[in-house]
């Protein structure tokens, strides 16, 4: 089965553009070169976008290439495909990573037993059922991307197809 994402580099510094390139590169088992433009919302900072076709879980192989990368700020879409639902991980040096499952719309789908998860831990006073309901949709990610997201407006996207 294959799907296709896209790979939004939102925010990174110019020493890690070459890295970016070699983990992604690795992620899909193709060269990567990415078209870098300066990030307006981050001054001295640089933006990509890739749109890539694989294997079911490329996106997760991306996702997990970067993450814990200090002064990178991104997030992977993977489509769903037949057997398999789709994803979204954001990552923000301050957050770390934020899965969702996506379903075929592009809306996140909450498992049962996180939300239930949620309201036992705000029934036992541990913590508030509105913020843990934003922290299971990434209301705290997309609010710290977004400036980024809007900075890409316009950016133009290449396709990369992965080796099978």
């Known amino acids: 089965m294959t799907t296709r994402g896209v790979l939004y ?10 890295h970016i390139e070699w983990a992604v590169a ?22 990509a976008e890739l749109s890539w076709q694989g294997a079911a879980g490329t996106g997760a192989k991306i996702a997990s290439a970067l993450r814990g990368w200090m002064h990178l700020r991104f997030e992977v879409t993977e489509e769903p495909s037949p057997g398999c639902e789709g994803a979204r991980y954001s990552y923000t040096p301050e957050l770390g990573v934020f899965h969702a499952v996506t379903g ?40 710290e991307l977004e400036p980024f997201r809007y900075a890409g407006d316009g950016a133009p996207v290449r396709w990369l197809h992965q080796v099978v």
Request: net charge negative; glycine share 8%; proline share 7%.
């Open 26 to 47: 690795g992620a899909l088992g193709v060269r990567v070169k990415l078209d870098w433009s300066a990030q307006p919302a981050a001054p001295g900072m640089y933006r």
């Open 104 to 143: 075929v719309h592009g809306d996140i789908m909450i498992p049962e037993d996180r939300i239930k998860a949620a309201v036992v831990k705000a029934a036992m006073g541990e913590a508030d059922l509105e913020e843990e309901l934003r922290r299971l949709l990434g209301a705290p990610w997309d609010e």
């Open 9 to 18: 580099v939102h925010a990174a510094t110019s020493a890690l553009c070459p």
